[in-house]
């Protein structure tokens, strides 16, 4: 090791992280300023130590976030209430901004001659279709 380890649980602090992601429709920019402005209205926060936001990756339905705000450790606030408060006052910033949080969306593609195998033989699906928004459709 070349450089000296700093053992956190002895500076009397600590970071609370949230996870989220937003839709892809949504100005990075304004996402990033939005989750900023959320955690640094967080009255535990340290204010010693900066706010951080990062944004981490594409994932399928959505682009993810990570916040991180350092809070006193053991403080007046316990871990799990600012865990709490975070997660709250994230949730209704992306609110007030309309940033949509998005629900994952999986698209099935099943080919024809699957769905006719899985159809009771009395039943068919219209083949002008894709996929099986035409089954049992008459």
Known sequence: F????????????????????????SDIA??????????DGL????????????????DD???SWKVGVWMKYPGDTGFYDANHDAHLAIKKALDEADIIIPLPIRTLNIPDR????????NQQHDKGKKGAEGVGDK
């Open 61 to 63: 339905s959505a682009i």
């Open 114 to 121: 699957t769905i006719d195998r899985l159809l009771p033989h």
């Open 2 to 25: 070349q450089s000296p380890l700093e053992n956190y649980n002895l500076t009397e602090s600590r970071r609370v992280g949230v996870d989220v992601g937003v839709s892809y429709d």
């Open 30 to 39: 304004h996402v990033e300023q939005v989750l900023r402005d959320a955690a």
């Open 43 to 58: 009255s535990w926060g340290m204010e010693d130590k900066e706010v951080s936001v990062w944004c981490l990756k594409f």
